[in-house]
């Protein structure tokens, strides 16, 4: 007999996976959340909700297949490409109920079933944020593209040396946060450079952050859909921020004043969002 208690009692964990024109790499992610779920299952509910980020591809008629057999899944779409920042925005908005929220890449750079011990973390109370970290000394990368490679190790190293929060990796958006901190987070950005806003607004509100050395692949199918002139602009915005803020290095949208501002664009996109299929 299915003992419903034990079921209600287990924490509810959410993951969160963007995507845009990622129909090369979805069998492959079907793979990888099949093994995430097997490290999940018996200790925690699971739901996967994948947020499509204007895909022009046949990407939404293919996530159904993705999502681990059994599990509940729920696809939601922007009718335009808007950012992964927006896409956070959107998947956080949705799951702000659940205990923990995951967010993970759908290239498969990093190995979903890696994510439990994430979420482990968290449930047992060590900390709030729990980042991949193939910068940390005993990280590493393999195969990735030298652009790519180049662009995270020096953001990350630059936001080491001026920021307030002093982690080796910064811009992984493989992650498990604590879902009080998702109902509390405030970030401007709908770009790439929301990973590391999205840490300094957990750091001012007073939320640990722990790093797990992790190993970073390259995309075996696809492609990146980084506009790297952008991201660079961001990143160095950002950073000039932090050296300017005048509250202890924390930029002014940390503040939770200025959550106001930004309520505005998550309402803009929950508008715009679809909910395409759920189980």
Not at 18 to 33: A, F, G
Not at 54 to 76: E, K
Not at 202 to 221: C, D, F, K, N, Q
Not at 238 to 256: R, T
Request: proline share 4%; aromatic share 8%.
């Amino acid at each position: 007999m299915h003992d419903t208690r034990h079921s209600l009692s287990r924490p509810r964990v959410a993951v969160v996976i963007p995507v845009c024109n990622e129909q090369e790499s979805l069998q492959v992610l079907r793979i990888r959340l099949a093994e995430l779920q097997r490290g999940l299952q018996d200790r925690y509910i699971t739901f996967y909700l994948f947020i499509d980020d204007g895909s022009t591809d046949r990407t939404v008629a293919l996530l159904p297949r993705t999502a681990p057999y059994g599990t509940s899944y729920r696809v939601v779409s922007h009718p335009n490409n808007l950012g992964i920042g927006a896409a956070f925005r959107t998947g956080f908005e949705i799951a702000a109920s659940a205990d923990v929220i995951c967010t993970l890449d759908a290239d498969c750079s990093y190995r979903a079933d890696q994510l439990a011990q994430m979420v482990h973390l968290i449930v047992d109370g060590k900390a709030d944020v729990v980042v991949a970290s193939p910068y940390h000394p005993q990280g590493s990368v393999e195969g990735v593209a030298p652009w790519r490679h180049a662009l995270s190790r020096y953001c990350s190293r630059l936001y080491r040396m001026i920021s307030p929060v002093k982690l080796y990796t910064y811009t992984s958006m493989f992650r498990a946060y604590r879902g009080s901190f998702i109902r509390r987070a405030h970030f401007r950005s709908n770009g790439f450079v929301s990973t590391v806003e999205i840490l300094m607004n957990a750091s001012y509100l007073g939320y640990r952050i722990h790093e797990v050395p992790m190993t970073l692949h390259r995309r075996t199918t696809g492609c990146s859909k980084m506009r790297i002139l952008r991201t660079i602009r961001d990143h160095l915005k950002l950073a000039l921020d932090c050296i300017f803020a005048g509250n202890n290095g924390y930029p002014s949208f940390c503040k939770p004043e200025a959550k106001q501002d930004g309520q505005e664009k998550k309402e803009n996109v929950g508008r715009m969002m679809k909910i395409v299929g759920s189980r």
